[in-house]
Structures are given as C-alpha cells and as structure tokens.
C-alpha cells in the first residue's frame, strides 16, 4: 500500500487531523478542569459513554439535551492554543446521531466520538 506524505495531502484534511488530536490531547488533562454542565434532560448515560442505542431509546428532549453537552464539552477552549475545540449546529450533529444510529451495525458507536469526527470535518 502506498502513503502519500504529509506534504501531498491536502491542507484540510491536515487541519482536520490537527483539530482532532488537539480536541483528545486536551481531554487527557488533570482533574483540575470544571466538570461539564448539564444542559438539560440527557439521555441515560454520561455524553463519553452513550451511544447509539441510548440516542434511539431517548426522547428528543434528551437528545438535545446531549448534544448540547457534547458541543459544549468539545466547544471548549483548548488549552495552550487560545482556540475552542471544532463544534457542529445542533441540527447537523441531530442529523449526523439519527443517520449513523438507524443502522444496526452502530448500537455500539459513542455518540461523542461521532460528533467530533464530523466536528473536524465542518471547519467550524
């Protein structure tokens, strides 16, 4: 299998890559960051551990209750950058969590990990 080197991809997708490992770097930190704030209803586990099967037992209340606890807990500012981690709107990350949660295949797949790899992606 061939790689092409860094210097052919294109700068996006570089960037993207940047983002991500930047947004996981900065979850690897003490304990000394503000626990996140609930943002409503949610569904029925912690945002880093739901998945698919909780987002289609959920109502939409919860839903959106969860999104927002992901945004704002990969939102934040990422240390050491004075940058904030890459967010989506609330009806695309709604869109993206009932596209990949309609198939069997992703009952197992963590909504927060979903989230971020399409966060990336937006270049928001």
């Given at each position: 299998m061939k790689s092409l080197p860094v210097s052919?991809?294109?700068?996006?997708?570089?960037?993207?890559?940047?983002?991500?490992?930047?947004v996981g770097v900065a979850g690897c930190g003490g304990s000394d960051s503000a626990p996140a704030v609930q943002q409503g209803p949610q569904l029925g586990e912690p945002i880093n551990l739901a998945d698919c099967r909780d987002w289609k037992d959920g109502t939409v209340d919860e839903r959106l209750g969860t999104i927002r606890s992901i945004r704002n807990y990969l939102g934040a500012p990422v240390p050491g950058t004075g940058g904030r981690g890459a967010v989506l709107e609330e009806q695309?990350?709604?869109?993206l969590f009932n596209g990949w949660c309609s198939e069997e295949f992703a009952r197992g797949f963590k909504l927060y990990k979903l989230y971020a790899r399409a966060a990336a992606f937006a270049g928001r």
């Open positions: 052919g991809m294109p700068a996006r997708l570089v960037a993207a890559a940047l983002v991500t490992l930047l695309e990350a709604y869109e």
